[in-house]
């Protein structure tokens, strides 16, 4: 397919996009700060311009799978983000009723395949999904997301190794934040170039700067492409950062403020700002009207998530088992 044009609403709509993400998280942790959402919360925050640019390449049945870094693509996949911030809160609205929580978000209406907790579960899954798509001779493609951390786990080089001999429609994403955990990449493998890792398996692998949609978008159209022109898979390791701790208990110190500012200055949401006023694709009025209408769609998911109750204790025991009569089903 030839390289969708980028223009004014493409870069608007980034824009928004990218903007209402980051929103969404920030409130998110202040939400985790008054105990509002429990357990785990992993933001994504600097890391919005892999997922703008990978949306705009995808088509309609093309699928999404990642790890536990996971609130804002079912919203890029058009999940209602009030339900994604009643889930965070563990309420009946949630997109899995409460009980899934920030690292279970699920939506097989919008292709989008959670959510998952062990790092690198989710890499053999995309492929299965990818699997399924070529066995039903269905045209779509599979994106599956992964971080640094996970391509040291076995189940990767195994998904590499049948995803080339089975010639799957899939294009896995490494977002190299360059952490796992507080784990640096340097101090993970004795080398860093992790696209290489495709390499052994024949797969077409490539590093791409991961801070502008526009370079993301450009790459995984190509893999895109390719997969569903029966070219099968494509390694892309894109190169990110993540602004916050890698969940809300760290306390980082594995890396300086100095090196956080660094790629803040390559913000994907400024770097896009900045193509939309050097062409005069919108006014000062015209952006902080965005902002305001990011501003007031956020404070509508937080009035959703309050107002919608917790689940029902009796909710407790209900879509563990599919089995009715499974005999450790005690009601
Ligand atoms: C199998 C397994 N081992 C360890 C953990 C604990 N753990 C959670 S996240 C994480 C780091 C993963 O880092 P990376 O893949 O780079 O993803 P990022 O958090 O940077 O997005 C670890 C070790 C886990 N969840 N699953
Ligand atoms: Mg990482």
Redesign the pocket.
Known sequence: MAKKKLTKEVYLKWYEDMLFWRKFEDMSSALYIQQKIRGFL?LYNGQEAVLAGALLAMEEGDKMIT???NHVQPIGLGVDPRKIMAELMGKVDGTSRGKGGSMHMFSKEHHFYGGH?????QIPLGAGLAFADKYKDDKNVTLCY??????R?GAFHETMNLAMLWNLPVVFII???????G?SVERTANHTDIYKLGLGYEMPCKPVEGMDPKVVYEEMQEAIDRARDGGGPTLLEIRTY?YKG??MSDAQHYRTKDEVAEYQKIDPIITVKDVITKKKWATEEEIAEIDQRVKDLVQECVDFGEQSPFPDASELWKHIYVQEDYPFITE
């Open positions: 992993h790890a536990y870094r907790g062990i790092v690198g579960g992964m971080g640094d951390g996970a391509v786990q977002e190299n934040n360059g952490y796992a955990m784990t993540r890698h969940s």
